[in-house]
């Protein structure tokens, strides 16, 4: 069954360092996302891409962070001059999209959890 | 900001009892989301329920979505300890048309004993 995939699964860096975390998203798919989740709170949305350009994005993705899918399979999130408060795990997802129901069901990858100490 | 509010947040019951777990908001999706996440790893679909007095079946897993599309609960039956885990309702608001983003609630802790 085909899957969303990430690396790395465990990253650690120090705090001002840039880190790019990668995501392989269902080979179909037409929609990707980035979501993450801090230890113990809920998953937050940060930023969904279409068509190779962002189509919404959450007041947490700001200008330290960008998306890019630099070729027809990776897609990736770079977080510049990290920050302890960006320790958090961080999941991929796409969707296929089905716009004449509106189901826009999203598959999450395994996870990247971010250490910045 | 469209809210989900999952009740009740922890629940441990022992094997073979029924439970339910309730989604609720007080914003329309159109659709609504359900997934399992087990500790350090990511949120695994179950079901998507789409039509307002939707109900869904996997197994021993019923998934209902409220008329209004505001609600939806996810009942068990028979619960086992291969249910144990953190149960996710996710939508997409009505409003959102661009991204698709789903707003997640904050789970439901479910301990199944044997």
């Known amino acids: 069954e085909p899957e969303v995939t990430q690396t790395p699964s465990h990253q650690v860096t120090q705090m001002g360092q840039e880190v790019i975390l990668r995501c392989v998203p269902i080979?179909?798919?037409?929609?990707f996302y980035w979501y993450r989740q801090i230890l113990g709170q809920k998953v937050e949305f940060l930023v969904s891409?279409?068509?190779?350009?962002?189509?919404?994005k959450s007041e947490i993705f700001d200008d330290q962070f960008s998306v890019e899918r630099p070729d027809g399979s990776n897609f990736t999130l770079k977080i510049r001059s990290t920050k302890l408060e960006d320790s958090a795990m961080y999941f991929c997802?796409?969707?296929?999209?089905?716009?004449?129901?509106?189901?826009?069901?999203?598959?999450f990858g395994p996870g990247t959890r971010l250490t910045v100490t | 900001t469209q809210l989900l509010e999952q009740s009740p947040q922890f629940l441990s019951i022992q094997e073979g009892e029924n439970l339910t777990v309730y989604c609720n908001s007080s914003?329309?999706?159109?659709?609504l989301q359900w997934y399992r996440q087990e500790p350090g790893e990511g949120p695994v679909l179950l079901v998507t329920?789409?039509?307002?007095?939707e109900v869904k079946k996997l197994k021993r897993l019923t998934f209902q979505f409220g008329d209004a599309r505001k609600d939806s609960s996810l009942h068990i039956t028979a619960a086992q300890p291969g249910d144990t885990g953190l149960y996710l309702c996710?939508?997409?608001?009505?409003?959102?048309?661009?991204?698709?983003?789903?707003?997640f609630g904050g789970g439901t802790r479910l301990m199944v004993k044997p």
């Open positions: 997802a796409s969707s296929e999209g089905d716009p004449g129901t509106g189901a826009y069901e999203q598959y």
């Open positions: 080979s179909n798919h037409l929609y």
């Open positions: 891409f279409y068509n190779n350009e962002i189509s919404e």
């Open positions: 914003s329309v999706f159109s659709s």
């Open positions: 329920v789409v039509t307002g007095g």
């Open positions: 996710a939508g997409v608001p009505i409003d959102n048309n661009a991204g698709n983003m789903l707003t």
